[in-house]
C-alpha cells in the first residue's frame, strides 16, 4: 500500500471517503456497461448493437471532458460530485421503474448509457481536479496512487462480477442495485472536506463566459512551453498504444499464434497488475529522480516494450505457447507498471503546477484530446494490421514513439524552468 506519512484525522477521513466515492462510481460504470453490454448482444444478437453501446459509452468522454474542466473552474466541486454521483442514483432508479412497467429496450438502454457517461465524466473530472483541496501537498501522489489502483482493480472485477450477475440475476435489480449504490455514495461524499488544503486553493472569477473559459484554457496551454510539451508526450502515447497494443496484441495472440482463451485472458490481467504494483512503488521512484527525467525514461521504456510485442513473430513454429505465456504476461505487466507511472506523475505534475483557476480546463482538455487520437491509432492499426507483417507495427509505431519522446523532451525541462522563472 501507498505509505501516508503524518496523516491526520482529517485527512484520512477525506482519504477514506474519497476512495469510497471513486470506487462505487468507477467500478459500478465498469461493471454497469459490461452487463448491459451482454445484455445487448443477447437481445439483439447484433456485434453492431453491441459496439453502438460501448460507443454510447465513450463518445461523451470525449466530447464532454473540456466542457466538465470549465464547470469544475467555475462551480464548486463538492457540490458538483455530490450532485453528479445522485444524478446517476436518479437515473439509474428512473430506468428501473420504467423497465419494470415497459420493459428494457435497445432505446432505454442506448439513452441511459448515453447520459450515465455525460453525468460519470463530469464526475472524474470534478474528483480529479479536487484533490489537490482534499489532502496535504505530500500525501497528493499517494491519493494519486490509490485512484489508479481503484482504476486498475476495477478493470479486473468489472468484466468477473459483470458477467457473475448477468448469469444469475435480473438484469433490473442490477440497476436497482446500481442506483442505490450511486445515492449512498452521494451521501458518503457530503463529509468531504473539500477546503482541507487551503494553500491550494486560489480566488476564481465568475464573470467570464463559458466559451472565453474555455479559449483560457487552450491560451495558458499554448504559453506554457514545458506543459505543452508534456500534453503533447500524454497525446502522442495514447495515440501509439492504440496503434502498438490494443489492436496488434489481441490479433497476434489470437490470430498469428492462436493461443487459447485461457492464455489470452492471463496475458490480457497482466495491464491492470502491472499498474497496482507501478502504483504501489509510485512515490519511491519520485522521490529518486527528477521529474521530467522519470517521463523521459518511463516513455522510452514503453517504446521499447511496443517493439517487443511483434519481436517472438521471428521464431513462430520454433516455440512453446507456454513460453509465449510467459513472455507477453511479463512485457503486459511491464506494459501496465510504466502507464501507472507515466500516468500518476503526469497527473501530479498537473495538480501541482497549474493554479487552481486554470487546473479543470487544462487537464480536461488534455484528456480530451488523448481519447480523441486513441480512435485514430485504432482505425490506423486495424486498417494496417492485415496488410503488414504482424511483428511490423508494433515495431514501427515503438521506434516512431521512441523518436517523438527524444525530440519533444529536449528542450521540455529549460522550457519550464524558463516558465517557472519568469512566473516567480
Keep these: 500500500m501507498p505509505t501516508f506519512m503524518q496523516v491526520n484525522k482529517g485527512e484520512l477521513s477525506n482519504i477514506a471517503l474519497f476512495s469510497l466515492g471513486k470506487f462505487v462510481s468507477v467500478l459500478g460504470h465498469a461493471i454497469y456497461t459490461f452487463a448491459i453490454g451482454l445484455y445487448v448482444l443477447q437481445l439483439t444478437d447484433s456485434g453492431l448493437s453491441f459496439a453502438t453501446t460501448l460507443v454510447l459509452g465513450t463518445i461523451p468522454m470525449v466530447m464532454i471532458n473540456p466542457f466538465a474542466g470549465v464547470l469544475a473552474d467555475r462551480i464548486d466541486k463538492k457540490k458538483l460530485v455530490v450532485v453528479m454521483d445522485l444524478t446517476n442514483g436518479v437515473l439509474f432508479i428512473v430506468m428501473f421503474v420504467i423497465s419494470s412497467v415497459w420493459g428494457l429496450s435497445l432505446a432505454m438502454v442506448y439513452t441511459s448509457t448515453f447520459l450515465i457517461s455525460i453525468v460519470t465524466t463530469v ?194 513454429g520454433q516455440i512453446y505457447d507456454s513460453f509465449y505465456l510467459l513472455y507477453y504476461s511479463l512485457v503486459t505487466v511491464m506494459l501496465g507498471f510504466c502507464l501507472a507511472l507515466i500516468d500518476i506523475l503526469l497527473f501530479y505534475q498537473l495538480q501541482t503546477t497549474i493554479p487552481e483557476a486554470y487546473r479543470g480546463r487544462v487537464i480536461s482538455i488534455g484528456i480530451a484530446l488523448a481519447k480523441l487520437v486513441l480512435p485514430l491509432g485504432l482505425i490506423l492499426s486495424g486498417s494496417l494490421v492485415n496488410r503488414l507483417p504482424a511483428a511490423v507495427l508494433p515495431m514501427l509505431g515503438g521506434s516512431g514513439f521512441f523518436i517523438i519522446n527524444l525530440l519533444m523532451f529536449r528542450r521540455t525541462s529549460s522550457d519550464r524552468k524558463v516558465n517557472e522563472h519568469n512566473s516567480g
Design 123 to 316: 464526475f472524474s473530472v470534478s474528483i480529479e481536479i479536487a484533490k489537490p483541496n482534499l489532502v496535504s501537498g505530500r500525501n497528493l501522489i499517494n491519493l494519486n496512487a490509490i485512484s489508479k489502483i481503484i482504476d486498475s482493480v476495477s478493470t479486473i472485477l468489472a468484466p468477473m462480477i459483470g458477467g457473475l450477475i448477468y448469469a444469475l440475476f435480473d438484469i433490473k435489480l442490477f440497476i436497482l442495485f446500481c442506483g442505490v449504490s450511486y445515492l449512498l455514495s452521494s451521501i458518503s461524499e457530503i463529509f468531504i472536506d473539500f477546503d482541507y488544503n487551503h494553500a491550494s486553493r486560489t480566488k476564481q472569477s465568475k464573470q467570464a463566459k463559458f466559451v472565453e473559459d474555455l479559449k483560457e484554457g487552450f491560451n495558458y496551454i499554448s504559453k506554457t512551453g514545458w506543459l505543452l510539451k508534456v500534453i503533447g508526450v500524454f497525446v502522442c502515447l495514447n495515440f501509439f498504444i492504440g496503434l502498438t497494443i490494443n489492436v496488434p496484441l489481441p490479433f497476434i495472440l489470437n490470430q498469428i499464434l492462436e493461443l487459447s482463451s485461457e492464455h489470452y485472458g492471463i496475458i490480457q490481467s497482466g495491464f491492470p497488475i502491472g499498474m497496482i504494483m507501478g502504483a504501489l512503488i509510485v512515490k519511491k521512484v519520485r522521490e529518486r529522480l527528477a521529474y521530467d527525467q522519470l517521463l523521459k525514461h518511463i516513455s522510452i521504456i514503453l517504446s521499447i516494450l511496443m517493439g517487443l510485442i511483434g519481436f517472438p513473430l521471428m521464431f513462430v
